[in-house]
């Protein structure tokens, strides 16, 4: 069962365009979504992170958009860079002690000059 | 200094062999994970450990056993490998509350011919 839905699968973006990443969630009992991203090689690395309680987060060029009631959440990257190619997963996870992470399908970002 | 290490990164076998990949973590994290990326980059969480006790055990064949000697280390032995356990193993650790960040391993990629 797939908990958490990710697209695109991939996404080719001009250098100073903004990149978009959607994702859905179905338990509600969600109430932690980062986003985690990943380097050829390297393992997965958390970018921003955000709780229900606020609809957006900010980092940079960096911004999470947080629809409660749609049970949807979103990555926006400002300005994009070659650099930012890589992959972008988003996840969920309930607050706890034996808290595990779900992750989406992943979306391998390309970012062209 | 690398905040998760794994070794080895690449481990090449053939079917039915059995082998080890070791974990050492060194942020002081009491809850470790391994998780299994497939060829198509898909996360999947196979078991995770809370102060030595193994506390998710997902569905995964009793091939694969882990073992914490203590909560720095977390170890993955997999007993007579097959094809289909060929992907990248990574281990990660966090402060064992959900909603903290996962801290990744650069990943065993295993290759069972």
């Known amino acids: 069962q797939q908990q958490v839905k990710q697209s695109p699968q991939s996404l080719i973006v001009q250098k100073g365009g903004i990149s978009i990443i959607n994702c859905a969630y179905e338990?509600?009992?969600?109430?932690?979504f980062p986003w985690y991203q990943q380097f050829p090689g390297k393992g997965p690395a958390l970018l921003i992170a955000?709780?229900?309680?606020?609809s957006e987060k900010k980092e940079g060029r960096f911004t999470i958009s947080f629809n409660k009631s749609a049970k949807q959440f979103s990555l926006h990257i400002m300005d994009s860079q070659p650099g930012d190619s890589a992959t972008y997963f988003c996840?969920?996870?309930?607050?706890?002690?034996?808290?595990?992470?779900?992750f989406g399908t992943g979306t391998r970002l390309q970012v062209t000059l | 200094d690398t905040a998760v290490s794994q070794t080895p990164k690449y481990l090449v076998t053939q079917m039915g062999n059995d082998k080890s990949i070791k974990c050492e973590q060194n942020l002081g994290h009491d809850t470790m994970y391994w998780y299994k990326q497939d060829s198509k980059k898909f996360l999947k969480i196979m078991f995770s450990y809370n102060n030595k006790e193994l506390i998710i055990n997902e569905t995964v064949p009793n091939r694969f056993s882990p073992k914490s000697p203590d909560k720095a280390h977390l170890n993955l032995h997999i007993n007579s490998l097959e094809l289909g356990d060929s992907a990248v193993y990574f281990c990660?650790?966090?402060?064992?509350?959900?909603?903290?960040?996962?801290?990744f391993g650069n990943g065993t990629r295993l290759t069972v011919t």
């Open positions: 990660a650790s966090t402060t064992g509350q959900g909603g903290s960040p996962l801290h």
């Open positions: 996840a969920a996870s309930i607050t706890g002690t034996a808290s595990k992470l779900t």
């Open positions: 338990n509600t009992a969600f109430d932690y």
């Open positions: 955000i709780r229900p309680d606020v």
